[in-house]
């Protein structure tokens, strides 16, 4: 878990490039796998910056959509919902699709923003008869941040004191069951990533009253030991910087070094996503207080093993941020749970699995309809 922290603590939320793509693995439940290290030079930030507009356009899955399906969904309007949860915070959102269409809730992990859920995969989810929402957490993008909060002690947190820690993961799913109230949304599927994934958990354990279904995807249970990041792979890359072109090829070369081995990696598309990151309210200190909170809220093997929520566990085989063995761990947990272990994909959504992963998620919460009517 630490490798995964100190990950945090540097602003890092990647998917880049390794080196491969394994076979496809869906099962119920599997025992922990073995954590893999694998080293990337990190020459690539001399590389964009001598040549930003190049990509590479092939895998062995075949060539990537159009980088036009890249282009923000006009028909997303971006709105804030006020005084939300417990905390009265705001919280910046988006629909998409038919509001009358099953409801599923999108939730980003760690220094993330609703925007890296890409529209085009949210449009593959709303083809599916979903109506999609995506949302900031507090500390990211256009929702509330907490500049006055004390600043993030890690070394202290790791060795028990926690009171640099401005709320835990049970705060951040408390503000998303606000943003439910906000939207009159008695329940909805939940799909939550890194630790997004660790926010929906903590809905199903807490609120689970709130969960129609748990899909966990690239995340882990808090488990000392499981799901921990090969932080060697981005030890080159050093402290984000705080300029806006800079912090862009900055954050390439991490999406670069940590994405699908399998698939192509589109570096127009995250650069341009990476600009809007940036002007949407990029945070480091509150980055490290996601983190922190990860740090805060400890181990949650035992409760969820109480969960009894239709839940879908999905991994990549080959995820430097977070290894293979937390999605095993976590479908382990998780009582009657599903596990889908997707080879060649690492941290991140790489455009060709945008349709697969659409397909598995929105035939599992359309059978969760089915079997719960």
């Known amino acids: 878990m630490l490798g995964l922290l100190e ?12 080196a491969r793509a394994g076979r496809n693995e869906h099962v119920d439940h ?24 190049s990509a590479r356009k092939t895998s062995d899955r075949g060539s990537i959509f159009p980088a036009r399906a890249m282009a923000t969904v006009s028909a997303m309007p971006e709105l804030t919902a006020r005084n939300v949860g417990p905390s009265g915070i705001e919280i910046a959102y988006e629909r998409l699709g038919d509001p009358e269409a099953t409801p599923v809730l999108l939730i980003m992990g760690a220094g993330a923003q609703m925007i890296n859920w890409p529209e085009g995969f949210c449009r593959a989810l709303v083809d599916r008869g979903l109506h999609v929402i995506r949302f900031d957490t507090r500390d990211a993008g256009r929702s509330t941040h907490f500049p006055d909060a004390p600043v993030p002690d890690f070394a202290a947190a790791l060795a028990g004191d926690l009171s640099s820690a401005s709320y835990t993961l049970s705060d951040l799913a408390a503000d998303t069951v606000g943003l439910l109230d906000a939207l009159d949304l008695t329940d909805v599927h939940l799909v939550g990533s890194s630790m997004g994934g660790m926010i929906a958990q903590m ?15 690239m995340s882990t249970t808090g488990e000392p030991g499981v799901g921990e ?3 060697s792979v981005f030890a080159g890359l050093g402290a984000p910087p705080q300029e806006r072109e800079a912090f862009v090829a900055w954050q390439v070369c991490a999406l670069r070094l940590a994405a699908s081995p399998g698939f192509a990696f589109d570096e127009t598309a995250a650069a341009e996503r990476a600009g809007r990151v940036f002007d949407r309210g990029y945070d480091p200190l509150g980055i490290q207080r996601q ?6 809220t400890g181990d949650r093997t035992e409760r ?11 991994h990549g085989a080959d995820d430097l941020v977070c290894d293979v063995s937390g999605g095993r761990a976590t479908a382990a947990a998780i ?8 080879g060649g994909m690492g941290h991140g959504l790489p455009q060709e699995l945008w349709p697969e992963l659409a397909n598995h998620i929105s035939e599992f919460i359309h059978h969760v309809e089915t079997v719960t009517a």
């Open 7 to 18: 990950y945090v603590i540097r602003g890092i939320d990647g998917r880049g490039s390794a």
């Open 335 to 342: 009582p009657g749970a599903e596990l889908l272990i997707l």
């Open 291 to 296: 983190g922190l909170a990860v740090v805060a």
């Open 229 to 231: 990041a090969d932080f």
């Open 304 to 314: 969820l093993r109480s969960l009894r929520v239709p839940t879908l566990v999905v």
């Open 203 to 217: 809905i199903a354990i807490e609120h689970p009253e709130r969960a129609r279904s748990l899909t966990s995807m």
């Open 30 to 53: 599997n025992t922990l796998g073995e954590a893999r290290c694998i080293r990337v030079s990190s020459e690539c930030l001399g590389r964009f910056h001598r040549n930003p507009g």
